[in-house]
């Protein structure tokens, strides 16, 4: 158990619809990732946060965005969801920008 | 353009033997490099970190070794047993801003 917690575990939802993934952080860790892993590609950066703020941003469309609140806890919000989202996306923490990962489980999102 | 890659997708060995898996990069100048083990349909494990001044770093079973001049590292798993099949992940730290992970290479010991 990594310490970092991610809800829900399954998500299933139509095309066009909008859903809300949470993760909660390791207790101490000021960064959080969020990636993205379909079958067909690795995992993917999206964008990190660190202390609230926006720190780095990957491929991440506009469509979706994200947040930290000031309980460190972060959000990533899909918007106007088409087929190709489905996905595994993963939450990550850790103490600093430098520092080691800690993933998730995931949340596996379907769109119908 | 920047690239990592890491050869090959997939890579069968024999129980007992020494798994080796590369992770080569172009335009990146990573400060230090991490690998990761993922099982299907769970979140990456930490495993190794080295930085670019050390040549070496080991773990139990596991070696790493990163050559800065050759842009590569390679992940070594010696007395490999099947509980070790997992894809591996290379990630490389990106100019202190995150960390860009390679397509992993699948792994299978074979008893």
């Not at chain 2, 080796?20 to 299907?40: E, F, G, I, M, V």
């Amino acid at each position: 158990d990594s310490g970092v917690t991610q809800t829900p575990k399954h998500l299933i939802t139509a095309t066009g619809q909008r859903v809300t993934l949470r993760c909660s952080p390791r207790s101490g860790d000021l960064s959080v990732y969020w990636y993205q892993q379909s079958l067909d590609q690795g995992l993917q950066f999206l964008i990190q946060y660190y202390n609230g703020e926006e720190r780095a941003k990957g491929n991440i469309l506009e469509r979706f965005s994200a947040q930290q609140f000031p309980d460190l806890h972060s959000e990533l919000n899909l918007s106007s969801l088409e087929l190709g989202d489905s996905a595994l996306y993963f939450c990550a923490s850790s103490r600093r920008t430098e520092d080691t990962q800690y993933f998730g489980p995931g949340t596996r999102l379907t769109v119908l | 353009s920047q690239k990592i890659e890491q050869n090959s997708e997939a890579l069968n060995i024999q129980e007992g033997k020494t798994a080796t898996l590369t992770c080569n990069y172009t335009n990146y100048s990573p400060a230090y490099l991490q690998w990761y083990r993922q099982d299907p349909g769970r979140g990456p494990v930490f495993l190794l970190l080295i930085r670019e001044n050390e040549k070496e770093k080991r773990k139990e079973r596991l070696k790493v070794t990163f050559d800065t001049t050759l842009k590569q590292s390679l992940f070594h798993i010696t007395a490999s047993q099947p509980a070790d099949s997992a894809t591996y992940l290379c990630a490389l730290e990106n100019y202190g801003q995150n960390f860009v992970f390679g397509p992993g290479t699948r792994l299978s010991v074979l008893p």
